[in-house]
T-cell receptor, first 113, second 113 residues
Framework: DTGVSQDPRHKITKRGQNVTFRCDPI?????LYWYRQTLGQGPEFLTY????????KSRLLSDRFSAERPKGSFSTLEIQRTEQGDSAMYLC???????????FGQGTRLTVV | SQQGEEDPQALSIQEGENATMNCSYK?????LQWYRQNSGRGLVHLIL?????REKHSGRLRVTLDTSKKSSSLLITASRAADTASYFC?????????????FGQGTTLQVKP
């Protein structure tokens, strides 16, 4: 499978715990994006990378959120001290610079209890 | 933040009928895209229309764009039960540089067999 893959698909965690999600983009895509989607809403942009550089972060990304893409390949999104309001689907997408179409992974559904 | 509104929020039709979904946006754009999302899954790109295009076709899909009204429509002809999904429009951020997508709230389509 050469698409975007995300791991895990589902995560249930207790409030206050830290969680980390992983995204493996399509290998030749230099741009990687994280989005968050709550029930009944469209995805909202969180941050994006071009190669290993994090170029933009949304105001939605509080200090408890951090994302990395250390070698310009896979990326991780960590949420520290999770809150119930963090419960959502976290989507990763990649695309090639200059091309409009983005390719999405299946998402990681986070439930904070 | 969400780009605009999609209308209707929910649509239920019989197999074989046509489905039309509308999307409005707020800012200047370079392109507008439509994505499909099956329940609990990632998004799949359907079609991209550039700001200098007025209409585009792909199989049973027809997309129109009216930049003067900041609106777009997606028509699915001869719908099938397998078309049941949520449909989102997404615009770029107007810069043409980031590849970041700004999504609408989506239309949930149910096609009854």
């Amino acid at each position: 499978d050469t698409g975007v893959s995300q791991d895990p698909r589902h995560k249930i965690t207790k409030r206050g715990q830290n969680v980390t999600f992983r995204c493996d983009p399509i290998s030749e895509h230099n741009r990687l994006y994280w989005y968050r989607q709550t029930l009944g809403q469209g995805p909202e942009f969180l941050t994006y990378f071009q190669n290993e550089a994090q170029l933009e972060k949304s105001r939605l990304l509080s200090d408890r959120f951090s994302a990395e893409r250390p070698k310009g390949s896979f990326s991780t999104l960590e949420i520290q001290r999770t809150e119930q309001g963090d419960s959502a689907m976290y989507l990763c997408a990649s695309h090639e610079t200059g091309k409009g179409e983005a390719f999405f992974g299946q998402g990681t559904r986070l439930t904070v209890v | 933040s969400q780009q605009g509104e999609e209308d209707p929020q929910a649509l239920s039709i019989q197999e074989g009928e046509n489905a039309t979904m509308n999307c409005s946006y707020k800012t200047s754009i370079n392109n507008l895209q439509w994505y499909r999302q099956n329940s609990g899954r990632g998004l799949v790109h359907l079609i991209l229309i550039r700001s200098n295009e007025r209409e585009k076709h792909s199989g049973r899909l027809r997309v129109t764009l009216d930049t003067s009204k900041k609106s777009s429509s997606l028509l699915i002809t001869a719908s099938r039960a397998a078309d049941t999904a949520s449909y989102f429009c997404a615009t770029d951020d107007g810069s043409g540089n980031t590849g970041k997508l700004i999504f609408g709230q989506g239309t949930t389509l149910q096609v009854k067999p």
